[in-house]
C-alpha cells in the first residue's frame, strides 16, 4: 500500500523562518526608531527650553542693572555665543555687551530708523533671539541672543549615535528573530517529521499483511478452497495485525469523556494475555504471575484494555525466544516485566513515533507506550520504566 506524501521541504521551513524573522525584525526596529525619534525631540526640547530659560534670566538681571545701576550689565556673567544688545530709544544709544565669537563691548549712536522693535521670541538664521521693550526712567529695547549653532552640532552627533545605536538594534534583533522563529517552527518541523515518519511506517506495516491476505486468498483460489485452514489462519492474523494498527490511530485522538466503572486490573490483565496467545506461543514465552493482591480501580474498559494491550504486545515483542514475561499485583500497582535487551533511549521510551528498532525489523507505529502514558496521565496514574536484572521494568501505580 503506497501513501503519496506532499513534500514539505526543509526550504519551505526556511522561507517560513525567514518571514518571521524579517517580521520580528521589522517590528522591534520600528517600536526602536519610534523611540529614539521621541529621544531625539524630547532632548532637542529640553535643550531649546534651557537656552530660553537662560535668556529670560538674563533678560531679568539687564532690567534689575537698569533700575539699580545701568553699569552693572558689564559685570553680568557672559556664557560662550550670548549677546546683549540695549538700545536707548530715549537718546538714541545703543550698548552691545558680545561673545559670540570674541568678547567685546561696543557702545555708539543709532538711528532709530534702524531698529526693528520685536516683542518676543524670534529666530534669526542659527541666533535665537528674545526682545523686550521696557520703560524705566528712559525707554529702553533690550535684545537677548544666543547662537544654537552648538546645539545643532550636538544634535547631529546624537543623530549619528541614535542611527548607529539602530543599526545595531536591528543586527541584534535579526538574529533574536531568526533564534526565536526556529524555536516556534520546531515543534511544527518536528510533528510534520513525525507524520511524514509514521506514515511511511503505516504504509510499510499495512503493505506487508495486505501483501500476504492477497497471497493467501489466491493460494485458496488455486486450491479450489480445499485444504485452506492454514491460509484462513494467516488472514486471520494478519486482519487481526490491520485491526491493531487502527486501533492504536484511533487512540491517539483526543479522549473523549467515557463510561466510569469499577474494574479488576487481575482479570482485564488476564483476558488481555489470552489476546495474545498465539503470539506468546509463537517466542515460547513463559508467563509468570504474582498475585499478591487484588488490584480494583475506577476506570473506563476499554481505555485499560487499549493500555495493557499495548504493555503486553511491548512485552512480547521485545522478547526474546524462550524468554519470560512476569506480572506481579502488587497493592496499588501492577509491575510487567519481560526478558531482553535494555531501552537504549530509556528517556524517548513514551515519546509518540518513537521506536527503539529504528531499523523496522520490528513490527509497530511507535505509537503503543505514547498511548499508555496518555490513558495512564488522563486517570492519574503514575508509569515509569526501568531495566534492572536483565529484565525491563514497566510500573503503573493507582494511586
Known amino acids: 500500500m503506497d501513501i503519496e506524501l506532499n513534500k514539505f521541504h526543509l526550504d519551505e521551513f526556511q522561507t517560513v523562518r525567514i518571514k518571521i524573522t524579517i517580521l520580528l525584525t521589522f517590528i522591534i ?6 523611540l529614539s525619534y521621541s529621544i531625539y525631540l524630547s532632548y532637542e526640547n529640553q535643550k531649546l527650553v534651557e537656552i530660553e530659560d537662560d535668556i529670560k534670566l538674563k533678560l531679568i538681571q539687564v532690567i534689575d542693572a537698569i533700575d539699580k545701576d545701568i553699569s552693572q550689565i558689564f559685570k553680568l556673567s557672559m556664557e560662550e555665543d550670548t549677546f546683549i544688545c540695549l538700545y536707548n530709544l530715549t537718546d538714541y544709544q545703543k550698548l552691545c555687551i558680545n561673545n559670540l565669537n570674541n568678547f567685546y563691548i561696543e557702545k555708539k549712536s543709532i538711528n532709530p530708523k534702524n531698529i526693528k522693535i520685536f516683542e518676543g521670541k524670534n529666530q534669526s538664521g542659527s541666533l535665537i533671539l528674545y526682545g523686550y521693550r521696557y520703560k524705566s526712567q528712559k525707554e529702553y529695547f533690550i ?3 544666543k547662537d544654537e549653532s552648538y546645539l545643532k552640532n550636538d544634535l547631529e552627533k546624537l543623530k549619528k549615535s541614535i542611527f548607529y545605536s539602530i543599526g545595531l538594534v536591528i543586527m541584534l534583533s535579526g538574529f533574536l528573530a531568526y533564534s526565536v522563529s526556529g524555536r516556534l517552527l520546531e515543534p511544527i518541523k518536528k510533528n510534520k517529521e513525525n507524520l511524514e515518519n509514521v506514515l511511511n511506517i503505516i504504509s510499510h506495516d499495512l503493505r506487508t499483511p495486505i501483501t500476504i491476505i492477497k497471497t493467501n486468498f489466491y493460494l485458496m483460489k488455486a486450491k479450489n478452497f480445499q485444504n485452506i485452514e492454514n491460509n484462513i489462519n494467516q488472514i486471520e492474523k494478519n486482519i487481526n495485525y490491520i485491526q491493531n494498527i487502527l486501533t492504536n490511530i484511533e487512540a491517539l485522538k483526543s479522549v473523549d469523556k467515557k463510561e466510569i466503572e469499577e474494574i479488576n486490573i487481575n ?5 488481555v494475555l489470552v489476546k495474545f496467545e498465539n503470539k506468546i506461543q509463537e517466542k515460547n514465552l513463559r508467563i509468570v504471575f504474582s498475585e499478591k493482591d487484588q488490584i480494583n480501580t475506577n476506570a473506563n474498559y476499554v481505555d485499560m484494555e487499549v493500555c495493557f494491550s499495548n504493555l503486553i504486545e511491548n512485552a512480547i515483542k521485545y522478547n526474546e525466544k524462550n524468554g519470560i514475561i512476569e506480572v506481579e499485583f502488587d497493592k496499588s ?6 526478558t ?3 531501552i537504549n533511549k530509556p528517556e524517548k521510551i513514551f515519546e509518540r513515533f518513537y521506536r527503539e528498532d529504528s531499523a523496522g525489523t520490528i513490527e509497530g507505529l511507535g505509537l503503543g507506550l505514547s498511548i499508555v502514558k496518555k490513558i495512564c496521565e488522563k486517570y492519574g496514574f503514575k508509569i515509569s520504566y526501568s531495566f ?7 510500573i503503573i501505580k493507582f494511586r
Not at 29 to 34: A, F, K
Not at 333 to 338: P, Q, S, V
Open 388 to 394: 534492572r536484572d536483565n529484565m525491563n521494568n514497566f
Open 267 to 271: 482479570h482485564l490483565v488476564k483476558d
Open 340 to 342: 531482553g535487551k535494555s
Open 29 to 34: 526596529s520600528l517600536i526602536t526608531v519610534i
Open 333 to 338: 500497582k501492577i509491575k510487567i516485566k519481560n
Open 143 to 145: 535684545v537677548i541672543g
